[in-house]
């Protein structure tokens, strides 16, 4: 068995392998990702949208985000959990931060937390750290900052904004941060952020330099019909597959032959005879008690 996968172990991973890093919502996914060899596995508030259809994630709060955590912690995986902290929950008191990054540990079982923001957000981030909790930064395109950028935009773009952005994961880095997620900068951006930093990057729509990568599991596989950012690449369509069986389904239900006879229970024929016969009032229950669904229950399962 491999060892389990800690956010040190991913801080000294800087420079080597490749890092890979997806999404996971519920037990479910989380198993297959974990299975197919993930890293870390990001609670991401991203399950605004590919989840829960919300247009963005401004609404997730930190009692939804938890209950994701929860299930996919359930799944006991290999890989490093992070859960990502909603908007408000790290923006009013640092208090309030290190008690709501708390909840992820104590009630979702999260590993780890990650949080949106840089030079604003270093105080929070510490305190975060002092209370023993590893931090993920995440920089450049921040979906929580949305209204902020007046729309998701690459960052970025211009010289001074790059410089910013460099300074920032430097900031973060020195802070103690254990990784910083990269998302949505030009390439240059981020190799030049990703030579500069001690921790690993992980980028998303941030170019081929990074030290690892991360994607949202429902885009990776194609569980949606929706258009999706240039930077993903779909690697299934399960939309279609899931879609072609459930037709499969709803056919063989009109047509009869769902459930056949493996799907179904039996009686012995000895007590199907029985019910023949009290249902028709010519026979008294053996044992004259009432019948029961767990009477009739028990019998079923059994056969
Ligand atoms: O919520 C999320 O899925 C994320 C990743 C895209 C980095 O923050």
């Not at 229950?285 to 009432?290: H, I, V, Y």
Request: proline content about 4%.
């Amino acid at each position: 068995m491999t060892a389990k996968i800690t956010a040190p172990a991913i801080r000294a991973r800087k420079g080597g392998d490749k890092i890979t890093m997806i999404t996971a919502y519920d037990e479910p996914t989380a198993r297959i990702a974990d299975r197919a060899g993930a890293d870390i596995i990001l609670v991401g508030d991203s399950v605004a949208n590919v989840v829960l259809g919300r247009t963005d994630t401004l609404g997730m709060t930190i009692d939804e985000m938890v209950h994701h955590t929860a299930a996919v912690t359930s799944a006991e995986p290999n890989a490093l959990i992070v859960g990502d902290m909603p908007w408000l929950s790290y923006h009013t008191t640092t208090e309030a931060a290190v008690r709501n990054a708390g909840r992820f540990v104590q009630e979702g079982g999260a590993e780890s937390v990650k949080l949106e923001g840089g030079e604003k957000r270093l105080d929070v981030i510490r305190a975060v750290l002092d209370a023993e909790i590893p931090v993920m930064g995440h920089l450049g395109l921040t979906p929580q900052s949305v209204q902020a950028m007046g729309g998701y935009h690459v960052q970025g773009r211009q010289a001074a904004a790059a410089y910013n952005l460099v300074t920032e994961a430097k900031m973060l880095a020195e802070a103690g941060v254990f990784a910083i997620v990269l998302e949505g900068v030009p390439d240059v951006v981020a190799e030049l952020v990703t030579r500069e930093v001690a921790v690993p990057t992980i980028g998303i729509g941030a170019g081929a330099a990074c030290d690892g990568q991360v994607l949202v599991f429902h885009d990776v596989l194609g569980l949606h019909k929706k258009r999706t950012a240039k930077f993903v690449r779909q690697y299934a369509q399960l939309a279609d597959v899931a879609e072609a069986a459930l037709q499969e389904f709803f056919a063989d239900v009109r047509s009869g032959d769902f459930p056949g006879e493996d799907e179904t229970y039996h009686m012995p024929e000895e007590s199907a005879q029985i019910l023949e016969e009290l249902h028709e009032g010519s026979a008294d229950l053996p044992g004259a008690g009432l019948v029961t669904d767990t009477f009739l229950a028990d019998e079923a399962m059994e056969s």
